[in-house]
């Protein structure tokens, strides 16, 4: 049997990447910039921040396709770019990836809201989907990661959508809140809510980031393990961010404190674990230095 991220996860636990986003604004991508667009602009910046997760033992890395459906693109107007940016995207990843890793193609929100806070519809964000799997797909991302999806039925559409471009492994990612009565997304779905449709859905691996920090995330993931007999990925941003002027200049984390509770994560049961929102390279060493 070919070797793939849940084989692996059942041998050890599975070290993802950390943030995109903010080795990119590192790189010099300008603030409200369109990521997506340096993998056709700058693949070398891309390649290279791919690089310095694999070396810093990264079994898996997203592709730069965040907002890679033409929903989000045409804010910016280029929806007529989707299949040229999440192609270029794998590729790029495909060339930094070691024999033995694994390049995960990445789905993020489209920005538009279903009833009752917009009027988007179900079947429009299925659509785009679909079109941005389908060409991670044709690319040759080894799985689907649908990530930081604040609305559970919009997570679906893009579990559904993945599920149908291809016969392909998906991680299925919503973003909780922390409040007094348990852990809910911004739609109010809860824990279980949430893993029970995206099992229905068909997803490999029941995941969740962003938003909280490692520390809320370790009572997270008891809830999900509790909830699921699935694989079960984190990836927390490194604490709170730090505001200045209104602009966030860094989170409140040292790679040395988030390594620590990832620690904690892994011994609650997470499968696989990464970082999002403030971390970097250095804080998958860090974790993996910590771990092994
Ligand atoms: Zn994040």
Known sequence: ???????????????????????????????????ELWNVEQPAIVEDIHRQYYAAGSDVVHTNTFGGTALKLADKGHAE?????????????????????FVAGDIGPTGRMLPPVGNASVDELEAAFYNQAAALLKGGADLISI??????EEALAATRAAKRAGNCLVVAAVTYNKTPNGFFTMMGESVN??????????????????????????????????????????????????????????????????????????????DMVGGCCGTNADFIAEIIRQIR
């Open 147 to 152: 990530e930081t999806m604040f609305s559970l």
């Open 81 to 101: 770019m989707v299949e040229q940016v999440n192609i270029e995207a794998v590729r790029i990843a495909k060339k930094a990836c070691p024999e033995g890793r």
């Open 1 to 35: 049997m070919a070797k793939n991220i849940l084989t692996l996860a059942a041998e050890r636990v599975v070290i993802f990447d950390g943030a995109m986003g903010t080795m990119l604004l590192a790189s010099g991508l300008p603030a409200g910039g369109t990521p």
């Open 193 to 270: 809510q949430c893993v029970e449709s995206f099992e229905k859905a068909g997803a490999d691996v029941i995941a969740s980031n962003c938003t909280l920090g490692s520390g809320d995330m370790l009572e997270l993931v008891k809830d999900m393990k509790t909830a699921t007999a699935k694989p079960v990925l984190i990836q927390p941003n490194a604490g709170k961010p730090i505001a200045e002027d209104g602009e966030t200049t860094h989170y409140e984390q040292t790679s040395q404190e988030f390594a620590h509770d990832i620690k904690e994560l892994v011994g609650a049961g997470a």
